[in-house]
């Protein structure tokens, strides 16, 4: 795992000495994604320049050291990742009469592009990846980003100047960088708490979406094409989907399932990994032990919040598991104590609030390993998320009546004030009283209007109108609202999984777990999302996904042969903290000073009036505006160390 940057300038440099002062800012930015050792690689004539930083896991000797240069001198790379088939891909290479300096997946990429093509390298690759590729010959510069967005990359062309990087530091280091902020994408975190793809929290730097090759030549505009496709991978599974039966079923998703774990526990350094006692990350776990000859490392924390805890969970599989494992019970204030520097770990706005326990678990765990596998991306892919269900029985719900008389009902309940509604619901015995009653009636009202696609947008969305507390801003409507994703998957159920998969996967949780890890130089390795098992899934019938009302169900069959039913079967919990009590008791200070008028009307990033409203509505315990405010904290704590 490694941080790349670098930047093109058609022209060649104007100064030899600052683009090389240039280039080490941009490396050393990165320290904490490779503190093993660091490099440039310039060429003055052309105008280009790299950076890296490592984190050796593989070959951890000089021949596996970046900025890397081919076995013919044509080509040069930055890396960050790591392909798991290269053990394979290698050998056909020496075929060809190359000799390899070293045993690095580096080298195999590099020279796989040199002499197959970037394409058709990149398709052959299973793994995580972001790189970027310069040819000294033809004066062409790709940027590769891997299938599901696992390693990020950002880009930035201005000024006929193409610069990249594995954050946005490492572009904010590079005193061209442009830095108006795109006020459109703070409405856009507003409703998700992150940026989507390609946007970012600045209007001239792009994430390059997964899946995706970008391709750039000076005097030419930046191309980018797809080479992996979820959609393709769908139409592919329904031409020719899984004929087994229910066990040949789960014999076949525990068999790739195998081989992404196996694949992904190579490594020259001490490897682990993350057990919250769920089903993903238990299936991981047992699937890693099953396969190794000496206890698995396994690692997980608890809190004292009943309500918050699942180590007591974890403790039990791993017992039964037979793993050596390590768990810690953070109080309060430890974790209090690294909210503050959230807004360094992650330098755009993000406010997904389980950033916490993962950055806790991922500094805990790098006190011991280098590497730790981790299980997410199994709700994207069997129906996992309990917003699933409670999107399909809503969207049956309120789709019953009649269209007409569904408007009526619509218009009777917004006729009713948000205050009044509250004060109807203080009649309901306190233990069957929601939170913030007359927002969730308005809420239905919307929802009465609306279709199951309306549905699930409400329920993944914090600011529902969010152009209306950001300042100056237009909402961009992306994925979520392209009426075309229907018509290639009419049922619901599909298109909530496909979507999550394409946005909320990458944007938020990948993006999480990738900076949270990378903050302490611990590489995290996600098996649930090989490309293999994305296609294997889709390949299934609902049934197997979701059965009896409950997701993963052939997950579920596969995790029963190794840990016992009773450890796995209860409700989901999560991965989070008390943010609301906290922010009505440890935080509230610096909450109070994050949210004050002056503050707000500084950053001038959103409207103080209705932050102020929820601030106090949330203090009074009147409603719960938890992930709300979570939301204007990290915006503002972030506008605060970086605008």
Request: net charge negative; with cysteine; charged share 25%.
């Amino acid at each position: 795992m490694c941080g790349i940057a670098g930047f093109i300038e058609g022209g060649g440099f104007d100064s030899h000495d600052d683009a090389r002062t240039i280039a080490h800012a941009m490396e050393r930015s990165l320290l904490h994604r490779g503190p093993d050792a660091g490099d440039i690689w310039l060429d003055g004539e052309m105008g280009a320049a790299f950076a890296h930083r490592r984190l050796s896991i593989i070959d951890l000797s000089p021949a596996g050291a970046q900025p890397m240069h081919s076995a013919d001198g044509r080509f040069v790379i930055v890396y960050n990742g790591e392909v798991y088939n290269a053990d394979e891909l290698g050998p056909e290479l020496q075929t060809t009469g190359l000799t390899f300096r070293g045993h690095s997946d580096t080298e195999v990429v590099l020279e796989g592009c040199a002499r197959w093509g970037v394409r058709r390298t990149v398709e052959r690759l299973i793994g995580m990846f972001a790189f970027a590729l310069w040819d000294r010959r033809e004066r062409r510069l790709w940027l590769v980003r891997d299938r599901l967005g696992i390693k990020p990359l950002y880009w930035s062309f201005d000024r006929g100047r193409l610069m990249f990087g594995s954050e946005l530091k490492a572009l904010r280091a590079h005193p061209a960088c442009p830095r108006d902020i795109d006020r459109d994408a703070v409405a856009a975190y507003l409703r998700h708490n992150y940026i989507p793809a390609p946007r970012t929290i600045y209007r001239s730097v792009n994430k390059l979406e997964p899946g995706r090759i970008l391709s750039w030549s000076p005097g030419e505009d930046p191309r980018i094409e797809a080479y992996w496709s979820l959609g393709a991978v769908i139409d592919d599974g329904r031409a020719k989907p899984f004929q087994g039966s229910d066990d040949e079923a789960a014999d076949a998703l525990e068999a790739v399932l195998k081989d992404a774990v196996g694949r992904r526990m190579v490594a020259d350094v001490p490897l682990g990994a993350f057990l919250s006692g769920g089903i993903d990350s238990s299936t991981v776990v047992a699937l890693m032990q099953a396969q190794s000859t000496r206890q698995v490392r396994s690692f997980s924390i608890g809190f004292e919040e009943a309500n918050y805890n699942e180590a007591t969970h974890a403790a039990a599989v791993a017992r039964h598991l037979g793993t050596d494992h390590t768990e810690l019970y953070v109080r309060a204030q430890e974790a209090l104590d690294v909210i503050p520097s959230m807004s360094e770990y992650f330098d755009e706005p993000f406010a997904d609030s389980s950033q916490i326990p993962t950055y806790l678990v991922s500094r805990m765990t790098r006190e011991h390993v280098m590497v730790a596998l981790s299980g997410d991306g199994g709700d994207e892919l069997f129906g996992g998320y309990s917003r699933y269900f409670q999107a399909l029985k809503l969207a049956r719900w309120v789709s019953a009546p009649p269209r007409a008389l569904r408007g009526v009902a619509a218009d009777m309940i917004r006729a009713v004030p948000t205050a009044a509604w509250g004060r109807m619901f203080d009649l309901v015995p306190a233990s069957r009283r929601p939170d913030s009653p007359g927002h969730k009636m308005h809420a239905l009202a919307d929802l009465l209007r609306g279709n199951s696609d309306d549905v699930y947008r409400r329920l993944i969305s914090l600011w529902d109108e969010p152009g209306t507390v950001a300042v100056d801003a237009i909402e961009p409507k992306g994925l979520l609202w392209d009426a075309s994703v229907a018509c290639r998957l009419p049922d619901a159920l599909d298109r909530m999984m496909y979507l999550d998969t394409l946005t909320y996967l990458p944007d938020d949780i990948l993006t999480k777990v990738d900076r949270a890890s990378m903050a302490v130089s611990l590489e995290a390795r996600v098996p649930m999302i090989d490309h293999r098992v994305v296609a294997f899934a889709w390949s299934l019938p609902r049934r197997l996904k979701v059965g009896g009302g409950e997701g993963k169900h052939l997950l579920r069959q596969v995790l029963y042969r190794h840990v016992p039913r009773a450890l796995i079967d209860r409700p989901k919990m999560g991965f989070g903290v008390p943010i609301d009590d906290w922010l009505r008791g440890p935080l509230r200070d610096w909450a109070e000073s994050l949210l004050s008028l002056e503050r707000l009307t500084q950053a001038g990033l959103v409207k103080p009036e209705p932050v102020r409203q929820c601030w106090r509505e949330h203090l009074s315990g009147a409603r719960n505006w938890k992930y709300h405010l979570w939301d204007i904290l990290m915006l503002q704590a972030w506008s605060e160390r970086w605008a």
